[in-house]
């Protein structure tokens, strides 16, 4: 990409940044997923009969399911509400002197940047509550939540930008709907499919089936991931031991599931950037 490009592209973020930040969603958002990372690190203790605040690697532990069903909805439904074109205001972006998709990265960059700044402010607050109550001792693994929220992120918007590019202001509602379905499929219907499956199926087949299951679904993929790298190879305690002979080791599993993982970010922004330019703005 030309410079002149990448300024444009970094023009439109800003923009979008600035109307994300002042946004009371996103504002709301920061403040509960602050309060729910502190409710997770004090949980496990309460559950298990004891009190006080866990240390980084047991909230790492903690927050990964609640990374993988908030996350994917806040970054479906904050993109489809940044990136569905008002009227009027549309017509005005894209006739300026600017490619379709240089303006389209511009402003999935801004949402991107506000959602994951977002996150940072909550993992944030966690942190350094959990760093003067115990400690640094696991704060890789805490990291490696992080990381995972963020990739989550990326993936879900290139979704959100599929579904909205080119639309009309009208479809709005319609949007918010379908990227409703698309969080249920992807986070609670694919492994209930899955397992279905599996289920009909010999042994052999079936675990094969549920590690292909656990590669192609891109909330799968980064929940092993980051289970992985915040737990070790015991994360699933055989299973995890079978997962990794068949991708073929630590570094196959870390290929293939950052291959499905990639393949999900580039292919829905791909598909989007061709939806936009079709549209009749």
């Known amino acids: 990409m030309k410079p002149r490009s990448w300024a444009a592209v970094w023009l439109c973020a800003r923009q979008e940044l600035r109307l994300s930040v002042r946004s009371r969603w996103t504002q709301t958002f920061t403040v509960v997923f602050a309060a729910l990372a502190l409710a997770v690190s004090a949980s496990g203790y309460v559950l298990s009969g004891g009190s006080g605040i866990q240390d980084f690697a047991r909230t790492a532990a903690s927050l990964v399911q609640l990374v993988l069903l908030l996350v994917p909805l806040t970054s479906l439904l904050f993109g489809v509400m940044a990136l569905t074109p008002d009227a009027g205001a549309a017509e005005l972006l894209f006739s300026q002197p600017i490619a379709r998709q240089t303006v ?81 499929v992807a986070v609670v219907l694919f492994d209930v499919a899955a397992l279905g499956v599996a289920s009909l199926l010999p042994s052999g087949l079936a675990s094969r089936v549920l590690m292909v299951a656990a590669i192609v679904n891109p909330v799968d993929a980064v929940r092993t991931g980051t289970l992985l790298v915040v737990e070790g190879p015991t994360a699933f305690g055989a299973a995890s031991l079978a997962f990794l002979r068949f991708t073929g ?33």
């Open 104 to 184: 389209l990265a511009g402003r999935l960059l801004g949402v991107f940047l506000a959602i994951v700044s977002a996150q940072s402010i909550g993992f944030g607050a966690a942190g350094l509550v959990l760093f003067a109550r115990t400690g640094q001792e696991g704060v890789a693994s805490f990291l490696g939540v992080v990381g995972g929220a963020f990739v989550l992120t990326a993936v879900f918007l290139g979704l959100a930008a599929l579904v909205a590019a080119g639309g009309a202001s009208t479809r709005r509602a319609r949007n918010l709907a379908l990227v409703l379905v698309i969080w249920f």
């Open 249 to 281: 080791g630590a570094a196959g599993a870390t290929f293939w599931l950052g291959a499905s993982v990639l393949a999900w970010i580039l292919a829905p922004l791909s598909a989007a950037v061709v939806k936009l330019n079709r549209a009749d703005i």
